[in-house]
């Protein structure tokens, strides 16, 4: 199984802040890689997907990068609706897996 | 609208039974793949079983194999999960989720339905 390492496991970080988040995979998934927000007692919500590809409706200051084993999910400009729980998850594989997640937190 | 709402949730005891069903409006579910994810109390995203849309292809997480099984009616639009020989680590939200795209993310989820195994 490919196993998806997340980090940080959480952060601190003020309005207007520019946050990554990295997700590694144990081996190559090429761009089969997707972020997800969840916030507390909601379904996860897809923001990226494909590495790269911002969801309809999603706003612009999410981004998304990488392939192979490396990805990164950039917020620049944090927004107060942005607090929330992070996660990737990759699709190569018909077992699917998720990084542990990342929540971000209000300084 | 596409959307996928889940039932069959509850409290069971260890070693029990359930079964977790969720209806799909919208879209056929005969075209897509599906999933099972569940999240723990406070804990992480994890995939528990996937589905091919003519239901011959089924994959299950390690820890649920052989007590899991993953189904599909796709004349009722209906997922669904049976779920035996319950233990206290299967406590959890599970939702139902749609694979998707070229790359196949998952969209949508359904709002969940919450399985508590306590005696």
């Known amino acids: 199984d490919i196993q998806m390492t997340q980090s940080p496991s959480s952060l601190s970080a003020s309005i207007g802040d520019r946050v990554t988040i990295t997700c590694r995979a144990s081996r190559t998934i090429n761009r089969y890689l997707h972020w997800y927000q969840q916030r507390p007692g909601k379904a996860p919500n897809l923001l990226i997907y494909g590495a790269s590809n911002l969801q309809s409706g999603v706003p612009s200051r999410f981004s998304g990068s990488g392939s192979g084993t490396d990805f990164t999910l950039t917020i620049s400009d944090l927004q107060p609706e942005d607090f929330a729980t992070y996660y990737c998850?990759?699709?190569?594989?018909?077992?699917?897996?998720f990084g542990q997640g990342t929540k971000v937190e209000i300084k | 609208e596409v959307q996928l709402v889940e039932s069959g949730g509850g409290l069971v005891q260890p070693g029990g039974s359930l079964r977790l069903s969720c209806v799909a409006s919208?879209?056929?579910?005969?075209?897509?793949?599906m999933s099972w994810v569940r999240q723990a109390p406070g804990k992480g995203l994890e995939w528990v079983a996937n589905?091919?849309?003519?239901?011959?292809?089924?994959y299950y997480l390690d820890s649920v194999r052989g007590r899991f099984t993953i189904s599909r009616d796709n004349a009722k639009n209906s997922l669904y999960l049976q779920a035996n020989s319950l233990r206290a680590e299967d406590t959890a939200v599970y939702y139902c989720t749609r694979h998707y795209g070229d790359y196949v993310w998952f969209d949508p989820w359904g709002q969940g339905t919450l399985v508590i195994v306590s005696s």
């Open positions: 589905i091919k849309q003519d239901g011959s292809d089924k």
């Open positions: 919208g879209f056929s579910l005969s075209d897509y793949w």
């Open positions: 998850l990759q699709s190569y594989t018909n077992s699917r897996t």
